[in-house]
């Protein structure tokens, strides 16, 4: 159980996977411009990474190790986050036209969201248990949804913000990241 | 042998496994798109520029099939798009009113003088920035073609310092509009036929000292025109263009002749 706690803490804040290892970060510049998108892509992203990592993991145990064919392993996870994002799109498309309409082109950028892949791979990499990796994923997502909605919040708020013209945008955006992830740095030893 | 065939075998069936499950999942979450999406959007002109509002045609066409658009909403197709558009979805379409868009400016490189020569950036937006550019006149013209290379439908021509909009290729889709530093491009009836081509808020003396095509403020038009059309302030005169019958008293009369009819402008620049 210790583990598992321990595994939880340090994907959410430690190692969160934008403001550390700073893997995802297209899709945490392009969505987190509104709270709503944001929650929206979370769930999504949520939803594929610990699915896939799921599916990466069995893939990895029962087909490729057995096979001796651990060098497909990229191959064979891309192979698997790309199916897994088809299906959450069809799925929202049906569920939330609405959001799917929000995200746009983010939606199938999923597939290139390299914390998905990331997760998938690290996992195997740390040796984890299926309960580990799934508290694992679960955490990785739940890092990035909070990178989103914090990153969402601090947005709406800098909109009507007074900002240097050469600023707004992207720019402030980016030194706003760039401060959050010295203030995640102090979580560091945490775990 | 088998070092091929593991991983053909290894990634083939898995590739297949999940192309079937998708097959399965796309007939389950099955969206039915309404058919007249896409025959919408078919008769949109396809220029993706947003004039009406909307995320490019794609989006108005999901627009006017639900019903949210009123059928004339796209300014760039005009009558005819507005009638097949009204055709598709079995509804009347209500006459557009065609609008252009205008420089409210003549002072070109001839009429208006100089503060100094910009030889920096070629955009109006800073050219503009720099004590309100080159031209004396801190209300005219920029000339360095903003809104000729903003313009989706090649309309605007840069002609002697100025931007002169080409009324018949105009669709009003106010690119140029949002673009202008100056604020000098506005909306004009079609149909109108005088137009003040000025927007100096100086007084009379100043105009001229600057530009010789400029409005002087001298009220002749506002006395002179029989329909009352006319409002003066902020020493500039203005035309209500619902008012105006076209009788062309005002262009006769404007001793600067910054009163123009568009019609047949292009003799009067040459």
């Known amino acids: 159980m210790g583990s598992i706690f321990t595994i939880l803490v340090s994907t959410i804040f430690v190692n969160n996977y934008v403001f550390a290892k700073f893997l995802g970060i297209c899709p945490f510049l392009g969505v987190s411009s509104k709270m709503e998108t944001s929650t929206g892509m979370?769930?999504?992203?949520?939803?594929?990474?610990?699915?896939?990592?799921?599916?990466?993991?069995?893939?990895?145990?029962y087909i490729l190790d057995v096979l001796g064919l651990e060098y497909l392993q990229t191959i064979v996870f891309i192979l698997v986050i790309a199916a897994l994002v088809q299906f959450v799109e069809m799925a929202i498309k049906k569920i939330s036209p609405t959001l799917y309409n929000a995200l746009g082109v983010y939606l199938p950028l999923i597939t290139t969201n390299c914390i998905v892949l990331g997760v998938a791979i690290l996992n195997i990499q740390e040796k984890y248990t299926l309960i580990e990796t799934i508290f694992s994923a679960v955490g990785a997502s739940l890092g990035f949804f909070l990178a989103l909605v914090l990153m969402a919040g601090l947005r709406e708020k800098m909109e009507t913000a007074d900002i240097p013209e050469a600023l707004s945008g992207f720019p402030i955006t980016l030194i706003a990241t760039g401060l959050m992830s010295i203030a995640f740095a102090g979580f560091a030893g945490l775990v | 042998?088998?070092?091929?065939?593991?991983?053909?075998?290894?990634?083939?069936?898995?590739?297949?496994?999940?192309?079937?499950?998708?097959?399965?999942?796309?007939?389950?979450?099955?969206?039915?798109?309404?058919?007249?999406?896409?025959?919408?959007?078919?008769?949109?002109?396809?220029?993706?520029?947003?004039?009406?509002?909307y995320p490019g045609c794609a989006g108005?066409?999901?627009?006017?099939?639900?019903?949210?658009?009123?059928?004339?909403?796209?300014?760039?197709?005009?009558?005819?798009?507005?009638?097949?558009?009204?055709?598709?979805l079995g509804k009347k379409s209500e006459d557009v009113e065609k609008e252009v868009a205008v420089v409210l400016c003549q002072g070109d490189c001839d009429k208006a003088k100089n503060k100094y020569i910009y030889e920096g950036i070629q955009d109006c937006r800073i050219a503009s920035r720099l004590s309100d550019g080159q031209k004396a006149c801190s209300y005219g013209c920029t000339g360095c073609g903003t809104c000729y290379n903003v313009c989706p439908f090649d309309?605007?021509?840069?002609?002697?310092?100025?931007?002169?909009?080409?009324?018949?290729?105009?669709?009003?889709?106010?690119?140029?509009?949002?673009?202008?530093?100056?604020?000098?491009?506005?909306?004009?009836?079609?149909?109108?036929?005088?137009?003040?081509?000025?927007?100096?808020?100086?007084?009379?003396?100043v105009v001229r000292g600057n530009c010789s095509i400029g409005c002087i403020g001298c009220k002749i038009c506002v006395k002179n025109c029989p329909e009352d059309a006319f409002t003066f302030e902020n020493?500039?005169?203005?035309?209500?263009?619902?008012?105006?019958?076209?009788?062309?008293?005002?262009?006769?009369?404007?001793?600067?002749?910054?009163?123009?009819?568009?019609?047949?402008?292009?003799?009067?620049?040459?």
């Open chain 1, 42 to 61: 979370g769930v999504a992203v949520t939803f594929v990474t610990t699915l896939a990592s799921i599916v990466t993991f069995i893939i990895q145990k």
């Open chain 2, 1 to 53: 042998m088998t070092s091929i065939i593991y991983p053909v075998i290894t990634l083939g069936g898995l590739g297949i496994s999940f192309g079937i499950l998708l097959s399965i999942a796309s007939k389950v979450f099955e969206v039915p798109v309404d058919p007249r999406v896409e025959e919408l959007q078919r008769a949109l002109p396809g220029a993706n520029c947003g004039a009406c509002g």
């Open chain 2, 60 to 88: 108005l066409a999901n627009a006017l099939a639900a019903g949210d658009a009123p059928v004339n909403a796209c300014a760039v197709g005009g009558q005819a798009v507005a009638d097949r558009v009204a055709d598709i």
């Open chain 2, 155 to 205: 309309a605007i021509e840069m002609v002697n310092g100025i931007a002169v909009i080409d009324r018949d290729k105009c669709t009003a889709c106010k690119k140029c509009i949002e673009v202008c530093p100056k604020k000098i491009i506005e909306l004009v009836p079609y149909d109108n036929h005088a137009i003040v081509k000025c927007k100096s808020e100086d007084a009379g003396k």
């Open chain 2, 235 to 270: 020493n500039l005169a203005r035309i209500n263009y619902e008012k105006c019958t076209n009788c062309m008293t005002c262009v006769e009369k404007c001793p600067t002749k910054c009163i123009v009819n568009p019609v047949n402008e292009e003799s009067l620049v040459n």
